[in-house]
């Protein structure tokens, strides 16, 4: 029995693969999930409209870009520009000051402050509010309590006016915060990865078990035939899930499409045609199937839901992830459909984005075709 267990043992150890499983993947885990998965909000990038600018307005806004909460992007001259910096993603919230903010707040006794936020993402649009509120209600607790007519709030037998600071929010593209909203962009994502990416790269990878992709290689077929042969199918298929996942969202649970139909499904189509190379390049490099849903699951479908922004802030995470959440083609597209679904942009808007997968696209298709052409050499 000892001898049989010290065998097991070095053929563990002897196994790279193995041990890169029982040691490596959970160790990466423990730190995606740890430092990925938060909901707090820092370094959030807001716009501030301060239409007054006087020293009081000037006092609030530093007391909230002190914070670790936010970060100051942008200050805007009207309310004409509010609405360019949500739809590109570069704000999260914009605050703004009324007219003679100083003036009303200590003489007239009734200040306001306009909080608008980018509720696309239903969960840090209530965290922002929050945060912002409670550093406004702060300050203005602050102020009362140092001020000389609250101090002596009886003065000749009658009671001073208190300071009203009314603070108004506004829920942009998603007034009722519904989470479906959030989660039908993120699922499109997750489900074309999972459809075009693993199956395919299981189809090649079970071509290669059975033996028939050597017959496939040695046939007048091109490599670029045959890569094409084999992610058509899927091509279709993963379109009419598109279809299908779109009329039950809009049907089903109210979820509208702001922008223009045939732009979603341009770049729907444009995003299964990336993740069908990335299926392919994946299989390239496994030889069974087991190795290729492997990579397909550790490399594509914890990364997706973890790093895109699907569900956990991508600003919230330490500054290497959000590096790493660049190369996650997921992201790009998580943008591209919430843009044009719930904010109703055009392609003005959504073409870096959409550059860079067309950029992925490309890289895998050539890594693709290169590493069948070695094969048949």
């Given at each position: ?32 999930f ?28 530093d ?18 520009e ?35 936020t ?59 915060l ?27 990878a ?123 083609p ?48």
């Amino acid at each position: 029995m000892k001898g049989f267990l010290i065998k097991e043992f070095r053929h563990i150890f002897r196994d790279f693969r193995l041990m890169l499983i029982l040691f490596g993947m959970p160790v990466v885990q423990v730190l995606l999930f740890g430092f990925a998965i938060t909901n707090d909000i820092k370094n959030a990038p807001i716009a501030i409209l301060d239409n007054s600018k006087d020293y009081l307005t000037q006092k609030i806004t530093d007391k909230i870009l002190s914070s670790d909460y936010f970060i100051l992007k942008k200050n805007l001259n009207t309310n004409n520009e509010i609405g360019d910096y949500f739809k590109d993603g570069s704000v999260k919230e914009v605050i703004i000051f009324g007219n003679n903010f100083a003036e009303n707040f200590l003489k007239n006794k009734n200040a306001n402050i306009q909080i608008i936020t980018d509720a696309s993402e239903p969960n840090t649009a209530r965290l922002l509010i929050v945060y912002t509120n409670s550093i406004i209600n702060d300050f203005q607790q602050k102020q009362l309590s140092s001020s000389l007519e609250i101090n002596n709030f009886v003065s000749s037998g009658k009671l001073l006016k208190p300071v009203i600071l009314t603070t108004e929010f506004k829920m942009l593209y998603n007034p009722e915060l519904k989470s479906v909203f959030m989660f039908v962009p993120g699922i499109i994502a997750i489900l074309l990865m999972l459809i075009c990416a693993m199956m395919t790269s299981m189809s090649i990878a079970k071509e290669k078990e059975l033996g028939t992709m050597e017959i496939l290689l040695v046939s007048p077929l091109k490599p670029v035939q045959i890569i094409a042969g084999k992610v058509l199918p899927y091509v279709l298929l993963s379109f009419i899930n598109i279809i299908t996942i779109l009329l039950i969202s809009y049907f089903v649970f109210k979820m509208p499409v702001q922008g223009s139909v045939f732009l979603l499904l341009s770049e729907s189509i444009l995003f299964i045609i990336m993740s069908l190379s990335l299926g392919i390049f994946i299989s390239t490099v496994s030889n069974t199937q087991q190795t290729a849903m492997f990579i397909s699951f550790i490399g594509l479908l914890l990364p997706t839901i973890l790093l895109s922004g699907f569900v956990f802030p991508i600003e919230n995470m330490p500054l290497i992830l959000q590096y790493l959440s660049n190369i996650m083609p997921s992201k790009w597209f998580i943008i591209i459909i919430k843009s044009i679904m719930l904010k109703g942009v055009g392609i003005n808007y959504i073409w870096k984005e959409t550059l860079i997968i067309i950029f992925m696209t490309a890289f895998f298709i050539v890594l693709s075709v290169k590493k069948f052409k070695i094969r048949l050499e």
